[in-house]
């Protein structure tokens, strides 16, 4: 028994019920009318407020699906709950929860932790006891990589964060009468796995479109200084820029590409939103026409059956919660989402056939499309760009979902 484990279950409709009971390693058998999912997520710790965003988002869904009827499951309803722990944000904690919830509480579907170091730690036992996951907060692409069978995110993962700015620059490209592969980028990233992971995508972004990259910087994790990138920049003029050197590292970028008067025609990058890029009172006006890469946005026309449009999904949740949904709440709703149209297709409780069902996955959700690859991570679902434009936020890419018209280029008088 762990000792001071800290512990919480909710049910939606109102009863709060134990685990499921089970008969073998494979059939998960429902008592009741409900489904158990299990959870350990960060209710505190230093992820304690992305934890918060993740439980309610997984709440909300919860609440949906059983005000709708549940989940049908050979032709009988069944209503959802969550039995939380609070892994305290520490990995070997979250591991010794995975654990509890399995073969203690016999719990037979995992919802993923907040964070990828979290989700890479849970990952492991849920292979090893062949329980499906679906995680949406773990966007490292380290977890996807490891030959996991079990493990499904809904988000897109890290190599993905800014290949959106990659295509877009392709498709201005070509409506300006030039072939793609004319066009040339500068790479600057931090040196740490989830950036490094961000400029390996785009290396595989550009040989697929012929670009070349004519300028590769990895910074160091504390860094101070930009100069050399950004004189590399103004000598060789490339056509795209992209960045991802965190809250500080994005901050230093965007101050010094100003100072340096160094520019591009796309300039994209990471960690807008945290670095405050956005702030005139202390960037002016440094940031405009900078593209963001983001998981989601309410300004998405994507829609569903439960919650209608991201927009009104974005609304229901403000209600309920007093604040506009960060994109952890959005991908935590929509991972409950899809277990439960998994489940349903899978037409029983074995877990082997709920995960052949999760894998076979195609769908909408308010979030994005959903389907995964064979590793487990969703292909369907591209980042989005949004580009400050007069100190606002506005959604210019994918150009499907988009509801603004990119400024390009961005130094344009």
């Given amino acids: 028994m762990l000792k001071h484990t800290k512990f919480l279950s909710v049910l939606a409709c109102g009863a709060v019920v134990s685990g499921l009971a089970v008969t073998g390693p494979a059939e998960a058998k429902i008592e009741g009318d409900t489904i158990t999912l299990g959870s350990a997520v960060s209710i505190t710790g230093r992820y304690a407020v992305n934890g918060k965003h993740t439980k309610n988002g997984y709440d909300l869904a919860v609440k949906f699906i059983n005000n709708k009827g549940g989940v049908s499951v050979g032709g009988k309803k069944y209503k959802l709950a969550i039995k939380y722990y609070d892994d305290e944000s520490?990995?070997?904690?979250?591991?010794?929860?995975?654990?509890?919830?399995?073969?203690?509480?016999?719990?037979k579907y995992i919802l993923g932790p907040y964070s990828s170091g979290m989700t890479k730690a849970i990952a492991p036992v849920a292979e090893k006891y062949g329980i499906p996951m679906v995680e949406a907060n773990g966007a490292s692409r380290s977890i996807f990589n490891q030959g996991f069978r079990y493990t499904f995110a809904v988000l897109s993962t890290s190599e993905q964060y800014l290949s959106t700015a990659i295509q877009l620059a392709a498709e201005q490209a070509k409506s300006d009468g030039k072939d793609p592969s004319s066009l040339t980028i500068a790479l600057g990233v931090r040196n740490e796995p989830f950036a490094l992971d961000i400029g390996a995508g785009?290396?595989?972004?550009?040989?697929?479109?012929?670009?070349?990259?004519?300028?590769?910087?990895?910074?160091?994790?504390?860094?101070?200084?930009?100069?050399?990138?950004?004189?590399?920049?103004?000598?060789?003029?490339?056509?795209?820029?992209?960045?991802?050197a965190h809250t500080v590292g994005g901050a230093l970028f965007v101050r010094q590409m100003t100072e340096q008067k160094a520019n591009a025609p796309i300039v994209a990058m990471t960690h807008c939103e945290s670095a405050k890029i956005e702030d005139s009172k202390v960037f002016g006006a440094a940031g405009e026409n900078i593209l963001c890469a983001g998981q989601w946005a309410p300004e998405l026309t994507y829609k569903d059956g439960y919650f209608g449009t991201a927009m009104d999904y974005a609304n229901t949740f403000e209600k309920l919660y007093?604040?506009?949904?960060?994109?952890?709440?959005?991908?935590?709703?929509?991972?409950?989402?899809?277990?439960?149209?998994?489940?349903?297709?899978?037409?029983?409780?074995?877990?082997?056939?709920?995960?052949?069902?999760?894998?076979?996955?195609?769908?909408?959700?308010?979030?994005?499309?959903?389907?995964?690859?064979?590793?487990?991570?969703?292909?369907?679902?591209?980042?989005?760009?949004?580009?400050?434009?007069?100190?606002?936020?506005?959604?210019?890419?994918?150009?499907?979902?988009?509801?603004?018209?990119?400024?390009?280029?961005?130094?344009?008088?």
């Avoid at 697929?208 to 930009?226: A, N, T, W």
């Avoid at 994005?368 to 210019?396: D, E, H």
């Fill in 202 to 244: 785009i290396h595989e972004d550009a040989k697929k479109y012929g670009m070349k990259i004519i300028i590769d910087e990895k910074f160091p994790k504390e860094v101070s200084d930009m100069t050399s990138f950004l004189t590399k920049i103004k000598a060789l003029k490339p056509d795209v820029v992209v960045v991802s």
């Fill in 322 to 413: 007093g604040y506009v949904p960060p994109y952890q709440a959005a991908e935590s709703s929509a991972a409950v989402l899809v277990y439960a149209d998994a489940i349903s297709r899978a037409g029983s409780f074995d877990t082997v056939k709920v995960r052949d069902a999760l894998a076979a996955t195609n769908m909408q959700t308010f979030y994005g499309n959903v389907k995964f690859a064979p590793t487990g991570q969703n292909i369907a679902k591209p980042m989005v760009l949004r580009q400050l434009q007069n100190g606002k936020y506005k959604l210019v890419a994918p150009s499907q979902w988009a509801d603004t018209k990119l400024n390009f280029p961005r130094n344009a008088k």
């Fill in 90 to 107: 520490t990995a070997a904690r979250g591991t010794q929860l995975a654990e509890r919830l399995i073969q203690q509480d016999q719990i």
